[in-house]
RNA sequence: GCUCGAAUGGUGGAAUCGGUAGACACGAGGGACUUAAAAUCCCUUGGCUUCACGGCCGUGCGGGUUCAAGUCCCGCUUCGAGUACCA
């Protein structure tokens, strides 16, 4: 009988829905194993065929942690918010939950036609309100929390305001917006709406006046992960900087705790590098300095604090207050135009022309080490968000500074012995520091650095500035707080209503808020997010419900928030969710999250670096101080997969006609490329027929061949409706079974690798799946096994069993098509081999492997069965080739136990006949024997 | 610019600790079966050289360490990824 796969995978789908057997409760008896894809944006063109990539792997993954014993978590759920279903709305006024819906429905189906393990009772959207009451009440959560430094802990809010009551901001280590002094007595006083706008300050998830990447066309702002060279990474329109008044999440201060982690999870080093420069920890000073004339003083943040000495300028970020404070009357007009200018400058612009551009505020500092009058001036390259926004400048060792001072013709003093700052600045943090004071000049201070290394210099800088109250040391963090607010419809609504202007947050008992109808998807016209279009939403406080907007009096009744949440929101959090999808009582309960604990693996792609994999894993340590999560860290190990690109095909037109000429014939004519339709060419040969039916107008198409076949060229790129290169995975599964789909998604090349989809190789993997199924189909015997034939699958085992665990799961497959290749030359069709051979596929082809199963006469599904135990007895590698070598150049191959002794293998080499014929006479200078390895022979003469 | 990673046949890719480079597969060539096709099976397939046995050269380039280097060290080249005025 052939190997119907179309019939068996539908049976065996079937029979696994039927039974339940991916279903999975906590089991104490066993141990955990929790695997976890990156849950998919169901978008409106379904699956290609490099969606599953990750998916397959894991869940081989999934089923031979199962096959070893463990009770594997495996779910699957829906990222459901998102941009194109709002787009598609605002064009089509259909509502967004209709199309997400659709688009589920399509994405579920095509999952299940590939086989996967899924616990689909688990299956989490989002979108849905059971779902986003928890994404809410952790934000409230955030919004009645600070940060405390000194335990590194997030803290009731409660406890914050005590503290004020009794000491004011005496002797606090918080992570804050700005620094702030008050006494308690000045606390106490303050108004209640004083009070609020005070805390702000310090909440976790706070309102504050940022700028914002703000893109017009799309109508809402986003994230620093969403644009990349000044564009929206979706939609590609302009982004510009605009200050607003947004939701944030006080991610900076998880910064040092979210760097330490990254030493405890088994990530790969690039993911954890791109997480550290995006972290961005630097270690320096912060110094107070004067201004001349004035009682204003300002503080910058260096490190390199071993410059001191040769400042010749200052600069500030135009965004800065100090700017107004320090620019004297008649440079007023200068600075005033330059900031103009500076704010007209989108980031786009910043970056594509990296202009040398400032104006001098007319004031002077006093550099507390020299006491030099030093010019300040004002300058774009400075920026506002970092530091202090404010710097000092060391021409000489700052390619920066250097290019300012060249084009503004300010001085420059080198520092370090034998730097020539002529030509470029001196960056280097090495060397032997002069100039610190100059000879000559006479010391401002009691203090040198000359003769020391810089490292000594900035150490000992450090603790004059301390010592002497001109500063102190200060770590600095370039991650910035996650800007919180969208001005978009489909997304989670805030649990906030808005009471004389201060923000409240719903009572947890009355969450889910629930996201409401609107007319239309778009913003309102006079410019508020779509939410200003809802009639019912406002807040009565009273009694806890959403009540009809006009209803607000600002007394009981106040108004909603209307911005939503970001994508990242309902990302964030989801895995703790999958253990306990249906709790309506907590997040998750003690109980599951005791149990699961955190993921054991994750995979998705790399994209997701610096945003979904930042955010998630600071919410998560929040949520671990909030005592909901039992981990610290959510996902243990990490593996990117890489992407699939599309290889394109292309016919040759002969120009002016309709005549198509094969590849290797296309230089005798002139001809332009057409893409063609990768589905109707198979290994780079074109289906001519179908290609005539494929668009009218090549339906009277004539070709040139060669051999007969029309030959068709290809090129990676991107997989696109627009270059037909799309390969739909239903189109696989019903031409090659899912199986095949699936292992040969896996012999493409490691998972880690981003590699074009190439449909020709396709028929090596499915020629295994045949050639295996007319062994069973053949009848297999019980009988013995012989030595050869365990050796074989023991060899198996080991390769197959290890590549597993270090997701090299393309040499898994290779090692199944040699096991057969051997299997067959042994003549063998023994159950005793077969059976563990079964199990040892079904990872990778479930289907074929139940159905084989239980032609072997089982009645219980394969997954129950237990993974094939190696045995090293089986392997005979009781003798090792040793490569002889004479005179360094290998002659020839011996084999030889492997539990000689050195001495012993020297003598039988020694006395081998080949050996002799080598030797033939000549005197042995030196025999180098190297157990288990090699035996090398120099000859004399 | 900085950080990280990669480079192996016509193609995708193997090679655990430095130990027979090119596993496995695709493609290509030849053959068997067949009226024919499909399917299946067998042989060849890094380059050069030799009637043949064999020999020589070969893992981006140039050096080095070693009995032995795709693998380790130094210096380049090219490509990819991340990041970008972060003081």
């Excluded at 909440?203 to 990447?213: D, P, Q, W």
């Excluded at 910064?255 to 080093?269: K, P, V």
């Excluded at 400042?311 to 007023?332: C, G, I, N, R, W």
């Excluded at 999560?629 to 040759?652: A, C, D, H, W």
Aim: glycine content about 6%; charged content about 25%; hydrophobic content about 35%.
């Amino acid at each position: 009988m052939e190997y119907n796969f179309k019939e068996l995978e539908a049976k065996w789908k079937k029979y696994w829905a039927d039974n339940n057997v991916y279903k999975v409760n906590v089991d104490q008896s066993k141990p955990k194993y929790y695997v976890l894809d990156m849950f998919p944006y169901p978008s409106g063109a379904g699956l290609h065929v490099g969606h599953p990539l990750g998916y397959i792997a894991s869940d081989i993954f999934a089923r031979y942690k199962r096959l070893n014993g463990f009770n594997v978590l495996h779910p699957m759920g829906y990222d459901a918010y998102g941009l194109p279903a709002e787009q598609y709305a605002i064009q089509t006024g259909q509502h967004p939950a209709i199309t997400t819906d659709q688009n589920i429905n399509r994405y579920h189906e095509q999952l299940d036609k590939i086989g996967f393990c899924f616990d689909w009772s688990r299956e989490v959207r989002t979108c849905d309100p059971i779902y986003y009451k928890w994404t809410q009440w952790a934000f409230t959560m955030m919004f009645n929390s600070f940060y405390c430094n000194s335990c590194q802990k997030a803290q009731p809010i409660e406890k914050l305001i005590k503290h004020f009551e009794t000491e004011g901001t005496q002797n606090l280590d918080i992570a804050q917006s700005e620094e702030l002094t008050f006494t308690a007595a000045e606390w106490n006083a303050k108004s209640e709406k004083e009070k609020q706008e005070t805390l702000m300050n310090y909440r976790l998830a706070y309102l504050g006046e940022t700028m914002v990447n703000w893109c017009p066309k799309l109508g809402t702002v986003l994230a620093n992960d969403e644009v990349v060279d000044g564009v929206s990474v979706r939609g590609g329109y302009p982004v510009v900087q605009k200050k607003m008044r947004q939701w944030c999440l006080r991610v900076n201060a998880y910064a040092q705790r979210l760097l330490d982690g990254l030493q405890t999870i088994d990530w790969s080093e690039s993911i954890k590098e791109t997480q550290k420069n995006w972290i961005g920890r630097s270690e320096g000073t912060e110094v107070q300095f004067s201004v001349k004339d004035s009682d204003v003083k300002f503080t910058i943040f260096t490190t390199r604090a071993d410059t001191m000495f040769g400042v010749t300028f200052m600069v500030l970020a135009p965004e800065s207050d100090y700017v107004a404070q320090v620019t004297t009357a008649d440079q007023k007009a200068a600075v005033d135009e330059y900031i103009t200018y500076v704010k007209k400058r989108t980031e786009r612009d910043r970056i594509s022309d990296r202009k040398v551009t400032g104006v001098f505020t007319g004031s002077y500092a006093i550099n507390p080490f020299t006491g030099e009058a030093i010019p300040i001036w004002v300058s774009e390259y400075v920026l506002s968000g970092y530091g202090t926004g404010a710097i000092m400048a060391v021409p000489a060792h700052d390619s920066r500074d250097y290019a300012f001072a060249k084009h503004f013709n300010l001085p420059i003093i080198p520092l370090i012995e034998g730097a020539d700052v002529s030509e470029q600045s001196y960056d280097a943090k090495e060397g032997i520091v002069s100039n610190s004071p100059r000879a000559g000049v006479k010391p401002y201070i009691d203090f040198t650095l000359n003769g020391l290394t810089i490292k000594e210099a900035i150490a000992a800088t450090k603790k004059y500035v301390k010592e002497h109250n001109l500063g102190r040391v200060k770590v600095n963090y370039r991650l910035r707080d996650a800007i919180f607010s969208r001005q978009r419809y489909w997304g989670e609504p805030f649990p906030v209503y808005y009471k004389n202007e201060m923000p409240y947050m719903v009572p947890a008992d009355k969450l889910p808020l629930e996201l409401p109808e609107i007319s239309e998807y778009k913003p309102t016209e006079d410019g508020q997010p779509p939410l200003g279009r809802a009639q019912m939403w406002a807040w009565d406080e009273k009694n806890g419900k959403i009540v009809d907007k006009a209803l607000v009096d600002n007394k009981t009744i106040f108004p909603l928030e209307l911005n939503t949440m970001p994508g990242f929101a309902g990302s964030s959090a989801y895995y703790l969710r999958y253990m306990d999808n249906k709790n309506e009582e907590a997040l998750v309960s003690k109980e599951a999250n005791g149990y699961w604990k955190n993921v054991d693996l994750y995979v998705g792609g790399s994209e997701h670096a610096t945003g979904h994999l930042i955010y998630s894993r600071f919410w998560n340590k929040f949520l671990f101080d909030m005592g909901v999560s039992s981990t610290e860290e959510p996902f243990q190990k990490l593996v990117n997969q890489g992407m699939i690109q599309g290889r394109s095909n292309f016919v040759y037109r002969i120009k002016d006609t309709n005549t198509f000429v094969s590849l290797n014939l296309k230089d005798q004519y002139d001809v332009t490329p057409i893409h063609v339709d990768v589905n109707i060419v198979s290994n780079d040969v074109l289906d001519l027929e179908a290609f005539k039916k494929w668009r009218p107008e090549f339906e009277t198409a004539e070709f040139i061949l060669e051999d007969g076949k029309y030959v068709c060229g290809w090129a990676v790129e991107k997989m696109s409706k627009s270059m037909y290169n799309v390969v739909n995975p239903d189109m696989i599964v019903e031409k090659y079974g899912a199986d095949t789909l699936r292992m040969y998604e896996m012999f493409l090349g490691p998972v880690e690798l981003s590699k074009p989809w190439d449909t020709n190789g396709i028929d090596g993997v499915h020629k295994f799946l045949k050639k295996l199924w007319r062994v069973f189909d053949g009848g297999l015997v019980e009988a013995k096994a012989d030595a050869k034939e365990l050796k074989s699958l023991h060899k198996a085992i080991k390769k197959i069993t290890s590549d597993i665990e270090n997701f090299s799961f393309n040499t898994c497959i290779s090692q199944f098509m040699i096991l057969l290749n051997e299997l067959g030359d042994l003549k063998c069709n023994k159950k005793e081999i077969f059976e563990p051979v079964v199990v040892l596929l079904t990872p990778f082809a479930p289907h074929i492997a139940e159905e084989l199963w239980h032609q072997m006469g089982h009645d219980t599904t394969v997954l129950d069965a237990a993974w094939p135990v190696f045995d090293e007895k089986n392997l005979v590698e009781s003798s090792f080739n040793y490569p002889i070598s004479f005179n360094g150049k290998t002659r020839f191959m011996l084999e030889l136990p492997l539990d000689m002794d050195k001495a012993a293998v020297e003598k039988t080499v020694l006395e081998n006949e080949q050996t002799q014929k080598y030797i033939d006479g000549k005197t042995i200078a030196k025999v180098i024997v190297v157990p288990g390895k090699i035996v090398n022979i120099a000859l004399k003469g």
